[in-house]
């Protein structure tokens, strides 16, 4: 599975960005894709997730910001990005992993920065 993310940028403080991944097949029907983030000098940790049933999660710091999607026809997975801070500054990327399946699979990054 290859994952290709596009979307990110520069952005002012409050602003908003849509990010984008389309993984180029669904070997798994069950599967779960999401969106992580990294920023220098930290561990790349968990943003929004969303099971191929529609369930999603979220970390803390983004609820009620971000909202996750997903197009299954399109084997894409979305992040809507709302009221951004610089605190959200990060490489994005694009995961996915099918259930009972112990490989993971990771999209190149896209640059995210918030700034004035």
């Known amino acids: 599975v290859q994952l290709q993310a596009s979307g990110g940028g520069l952005v002012q403080p409050g602003g908003s960005l849509k990010l984008s991944c389309a993984a180029s097949?669904?070997?798994?029907?069950?599967?779960?894709m999401a969106w992580y983030r990294q920023a220098p000098g930290n561990q790349r940790d968990m943003v929004a997730a969303?099971?191929?049933?529609?369930?999603?999660n979220y970390a803390d710091s983004v609820k009620g910001r971000f909202t996750i999607s997903r197009d299954n026809a399109k084997n894409t997975v979305y992040l809507q990005m709302n009221s951004l801070k610089p605190e959200d500054t990060a490489v994005y990327y694009c995961y996915y992993r099918g259930l009972g399946s112990s490989r993971d699979y990771w999209g190149q990054g896209t640059q995210v920065t918030v700034s004035s």
């Open positions: 969303i099971s191929s049933g529609g369930l999603t």
């Open positions: 097949e669904s070997i798994f029907s069950k599967n779960i």
